[in-house]
């Protein structure tokens, strides 16, 4: 899957939009797709989550990050191959 992951800027724009609403991010906001593409790709991915997970905890307390599912092969993180 070459598709990236935008939406945590979304999220962000939209917790500091409305901050007395209690949102739950699933999933620890994993990227979806394109992990499993070329190397540089995917750590740009994981940069641009780092950078925008950091930014929606320093700024959106309302914000809860649920961590189940991190990594789950059909999103492309590779964890099912052996290394």
């Not at 540089?40 to 990050?65: F, G, Y």
């Amino acid at each position: 899957c070459d598709a990236e992951s935008t939406q945590l800027a979304d999220l962000h724009a939209l917790a500091t939009a409305f901050p007395d609403t209690t949102i739950v991010l699933n999933h620890a906001g994993c990227p979806a797709g394109g992990l499993g593409s070329d190397a540089a790709k995917a750590e740009a991915i994981m940069a641009q989550w780092k950078a925008d997970m950091t930014r929606i905890a320093l700024e959106c307390p309302n914000v809860s990050v649920k961590v189940g599912g991190w990594g789950i092969p059909q999103l492309g993180h590779g964890y099912t191959v052996a290394a």
